[in-house]
């Protein structure tokens, strides 16, 4: 296993995620304990020592199965992360009560990092919010030695971001993003790293093979990397990419298997970063991805000038081949309702002017009637 340093501690490069753990049925609730129980032993003979949790895992039962198949581990030896669901709005004036029952939940004194879970534009507002005071009660946590460092998630945009950082930045000691060969550019994840290097902060990763998305690869891409690799594996090209960017502290698996785990680790056993042509090559791939999977907008802004609605389109373009791609998921959704009313989908009459000047050909009402569509169908209540 290869490790990293940070701040004195050496945290295995990769690092076990809890949100995709095996279930016995259809409801994610239902976790399979025993099989739990050995992948938490599987990764931990592999040499990981760094687990991640979420209050919300798994109907909230993961920080409690994950944390008692480590029970029989000193606790010095490995390190438990867990995170503060800000994104649900009635969680928002919890946190202390929230924070308590996580403890509860693991069965420990202190968690070694804790997160701000999924800092984006739909809840930043609240997060800094002196009314709720999240950031402060979890500073006198950190204070008293009940959170040894704190840090932040994000599937938030670049300017979102750098406004978190602005405000708060000074008390983050890490943040986590979604990166992997695709999201690289489809995802901005590249100006996301820029901004985070540029003010010193360590990245975590998640989604490194967006759910295992990018292993599903057609031949002749698989062919392509073959010739340039022929003992690495697709899992292997993803996270060799990852290994390839000096910033990436920490990268996060979400495994369901300890098959998994062995081919994982096996991956992080060595560092073998992509050389120039190598990393040409994959994102030469992700742009036929990126192509196959939703509409070609170019950003050229033509369709703004002629919107009677003043939309603005190509942020929405943005949302639609996310969701097209992720084939649903709460990124697009949640990005869109945190707009101004006026400046969502819904917005959009159908009149079809921004169509008659699109270089592209793209039906773009078309494309906003589904965004409309798709968020209706995520914010439905759920029975």
Known sequence: ???????????????????????TSENSADVNIPAVEKMVNAAIAQGVNYFDLGWDYHGCRAETIVSQSLLRYPRDSYYLATKFPGYYPDKLDKVEEIFEEQLRHCGVDYFDFYLLHNVCEANIDAYLDPKYGII????????AGRIRHLGFSTHG????????????????????????????????????MALLRERNIPV????????????KLAEEDVKRLQ???????????????????PEVTMTLSGFSSVEQI??????FSEEKP??????????????????QSGVPCTACRYCVSHCPQQLNIPKLLEFYN??????????????????????????????????????????????????????????????
């Open 227 to 245: 010739a340039l690799r022929p003992e690495e594996t697709v899992y292997g090209w993803g996270l060799r990419f990852l290994q390839t960017i």
């Open 1 to 23: 296993m290869i490790y990293k340093e940070f701040q004195g501690l050496k945290l295995s490069a990769l690092g076990m995620g809890t949100v995709r753990l095996p279930i």
């Open 157 to 192: 945009e670049v300017e979102n971001i750098r406004t978190f950082l602005d405000a708060a930045g000074q008390h983050m000691e890490f943040c986590q993003i979604q990166l992997n060969w695709l999201d690289w550019t489809f995802q901005r994840a590249n100006e996301k």
């Open 274 to 291: 992509l050389t120039p042509e190598e990393w040409d090559v994959l994102q030469s791939i992700a742009e036929t991805l990126k192509q």
């Open 136 to 143: 402060d009660y979890l500073l006198k946590q950190k204070e």
């Open 262 to 267: 062995m081919e994982n680790t096996k991956t």
């Open 204 to 215: 975590w990763v998640m989604e490194p093979l967006r759910g295992g998305k990018l292993l």
């Open 322 to 383: 996310e969701q097209s791609f992720s084939g649903g998921g709460f990124i697009a959704p949640r990005a869109m309702m945190a707009l101004p009313e006026q400046q969502r989908a819904t917005a959009c009459i159908g009149c079809g002017s921004c169509e008659t000047f699109c270089p592209q050909n793209i039906k773009i009402s078309g494309a906003m009637a589904a965004l409309v569509q798709w968020a209706e169908e995520f914010f439905k209540p759920k029975a």
